[in-house]
């Protein structure tokens, strides 16, 4: 989009201090604070009620039957109340117990252990892992040390099914209560075993890929206790069997085949819990040049070749907690299981978007780079883009080819003909000249605003513009750009670069020349669009993106979901939706 300048005494800005334009008096400042988090609630922030976790009550001493394995469970947790560290070895013989009575001694029988033992099992197990933890007798990555008539043993885990080597198997999280305000469903089975959540906690690099992991990496597991045959030759008298609920739903049990005890959102729960240490999304807002280390692009597990990586990315003023939901109903598809894995980019949402596609861009090329080291595997170059909100501005300029268009909305010269130092220049390069990515495939945009979203105009979008701080660093160097190269640049990015709500203006030119791009004739695209609702621009929407800036004419699909704009991707129609293009997505 082309745009007249605006004629303005370059010395003056020279003359002007760098935070000038941003500073409020205090009572201004607080009113910036309330629309901010007004905004805040209209673009998907999580906020309210905090994730609870409780690990698994010690069991009731009273009310016993004359069950020997529950007598077993009464003294173990006698034990435990009084803080003695045998209490790990009587969990031990009490789910040995309980496995052994839930064994008819039959051949052939194949009927299933009573709900009764299965529960005294389950506990058994979950008390003695969190007091082998908390006596010392648990060596990660190996086994527990129990006291047998034979002496003190070491149980081996045995893990069947993860992408995890056996050493990252650190600490182990038997599941008690937990809820979640991220989360609608819960999905649990009870079965044979007892549900777990692992947490690998040091940063080791064991496979190609792995530097995108998390520092704290959460999983989920389910821990079986299994008696070995006494052969006479001395071996372990047991196992700790550790299995991947993902992939595994039925394992062998005392007397035939028996369904896995799961609950594969708790993990969700428990990763909540660490969020309470990194910057939230009102600071990566305001700040946005403060928390480098908080930014980049995640993998939930190592990368596994042949599952196709679906990326999600998040929207203004939120994280990747907004994909809790999703990610919990997806990840209890089977199907998606087993063709996908999932990656998600976080960024600050303050900086401008077209900075945070590039180093969304530059994170993609690394990380292929890298996994290039597992051979030739056709399913890294299928990428799955899914992004809501401004999310979904930051994966189409994954998919699409700049050109000249994006500079020439803000200059009138050339950008090697504009006065900077050469490192500078490198990074505007980055920003504003790209080509799509060859291994992204496929787009899905969520309550996507491509031709911005009228709020950002408003009172509210403009205190909340007002709010961010850009380093002195950053406005610097825009002010040296802008005095070096008097009448080049065109008003919309005189006075400073363009935040994020700058840029979601449906009248700014580079936001409109954003919408101007083509995407890529080999990407598919899919929109998702909220409806129902009415927007501040009095338009019919999910109360901040129009209908109209939501849809996109390369869709291949439409699905106008009646959702607000921070509920709608935690629909079950909008899971559905995707799990639908997943399933057409080819291999």
Known sequence: MDCQTRSVNAAALASRPATTGYRTSRSRAWLAVFLCLSLATSSGCATGRSAVWRSPPIPSTTS?????????????????????????????????LAWQQMT???????????????AIYKHAIGRWLETAQHYGRWIPGQGIDVSTEVGMVRIPIAPTGFPWEPEEFEELHPIGEYESPSLSRYHRQDGLGSPLVVRKCNRTELRPGDRFLPRHVSFSAT???????????????????????????????????????????AVFAFRELSLGSVPTPFEMFVRPDEHRDSEGLYFFEPHQPGKI???FVHGLMSSP????????????????????????????????FLRAAAELRQALC???????????????????????????????????????????SIANLPLDQVQMNDQYRRQLAKVFFFEP?????????????????????RLTGRWSSALIRRSPFENGLHQQLIVSNPGVFRWSVFWRFPNSIDMLEPEHPLAQAVDDLPISDHVKVHTIAGTGYMTTGF???????????????????ELQIKATHTHIHRTPEAVNELLRILAEHPY
């Open 64 to 96: 016993v039957t004359g069950n020997p394995a529950e007598i077993a469970l009464a003294t173990a947790a006698h034990a435990e109340q009084l803080g003695q560290a045998n209490a790990t070895d009587l969990y031990y013989h009490t789910a040995i």
């Open 104 to 118: 008819s001694g039959q051949p052939g029988n194949v009927q299933p252990p009573s709900p009764h033992l299965q």
């Open 223 to 265: 821990a079986l206790l299994r008696p070995q045959v006494n052969d006479g030759t001395g071996g372990q008298p047991a196992v700790l069997e550790l299995w991947n609920p993902y992939t595994t739903h039925a394992v062998p049990g005392p007397s035939g085949t028996a369904g896995l005890a799961t609950d594969t959102s």
């Open 309 to 311: 990586p679906v990326l």
């Open 321 to 352: 907690r907004t994909w809790i939901d999703m990610a919990n109903e997806l990840r209890a598809n089977p199907e998606f299981n087993a063709r996908y894995q999932i990656w998600a980019f976080d960024y600050a949402t303050g900086k401008n």
């Open 366 to 408: 690394e990380a292929d780079a890298e996994l290039a080291a597992y051979g030739d595997d056709p399913s890294r170059h299928q990428m799955v883009l899914v992004g809501h909100s401004m999310g979904g501005l930051v994966s189409k300029m994954q998919v699409t080819r700049s050109g000249t268009h994006l500079w020439d």
């Open 437 to 457: 990515l060859p291994q992204v495939q496929r787009v899905v945009f969520i309550a996507t605003p491509h031709r911005g979203s009228a709020l950002a105009s």
């Open 539 to 557: 338009e019919t929407g999910d109360r901040v993106v129009p209908l109209s800036s939501a849809v996109h004419c390369r869709a291949e699909t």
